[in-house]
């Protein structure tokens, strides 16, 4: 089970690393232009910032932990700045590492974040999304709502983005907690499958695993 806990000065390098890699690898249709204008030394020099103390009010950065002790990914919540969206706060970064995906890291950073902004009074909450990029569908499956569409300006290029307002945050607890719950059970399946006694009765097996994929 992997750890979601605050970050600490020393993981700046590798959410700098996460950073960097998730954006070459999946924000893939970005003008070469702007992947240009946040290169690692960048990242390293942004999340360096926030340590130094001139980070958004109320933020918090998180660290994600695999089971090995090795920082596979990370998030951002602070206060919302933007005058363009009506939020008080910003769910503003999450990024798991490729080889991480798939499983319950994401779900309890999302909780984290959402803990925190809520406890820091930053509620109703935001997200920022490029037009391109598929997996903000997954967004409105949480209950979030398009409120805002326009270009943002990155080194000279514009990018189309869509900004998204928060439901109640217990509908997204709700529906985060019932995602985490069904990838679970999957991995718990996985590891542990039904004894091979059950297959000489067919009519008694049903093959749960096409419901948790």
């Known amino acids: 089970m992997p750890e979601i806990r605050e970050a600490f000065e020393s993981d700046v390098d590798n959410i700098a690393k996460v950073h960097h890699e998730c954006w070459l690898e999946h924000y893939h249709f970005l003008p070469d232009a702007v ?4 290169p690692y030394e960048y990242r390293q020099w942004q999340w360096q910032r926030y340590f130094e103390g001139r980070g958004p009010e109320g933020g918090m950065l998180f660290s ?9 990914g990370f998030g951002f919540a602070c206060a919302n700045s933007d005058p363009a969206i009506a939020a008080k706060g910003e769910l503003h970064a999450a990024y798991i590492s490729p080889g991480h995906r798939g499983g319950v890291a994401g779900g309890m950073l999302l909780l984290a974040m959402v803990d925190h902004l809520e406890e820091c009074g930053l509620w ?24 805002v569409r326009r270009c943002r300006t990155i080194n000279g290029v514009d990018v189309p983005e869509v900004g998204y307002i928060s439901p109640d945050a217990a509908v997204i ?4 907690e019932a995602g985490l ?4 059970a999957r991995d718990a399946w996985q590891k542990n499958p039904p004894h091979s006694q059950i ?11 096409k419901y948790l994929q």
């Open 35 to 38: 992947q240009k204008a946040r």
């Open 64 to 72: 994600v932990i695999s089971d090995h002790g090795l920082l596979i």
């Open 124 to 147: 109703p909450a935001c997200i920022w999304a490029w037009r391109e990029n598929k997996i903000r569908l997954n967004y409105s499956l949480l209950g979030f709502k398009v409120v």
């Open 173 to 176: 607890r709700r529906r985060v």
């Open 181 to 184: 719950k069904i990838r679970s």
């Open 199 to 209: 297959s000489h009765h067919p009519h008694l097996f049903v093959d749960r695993r």
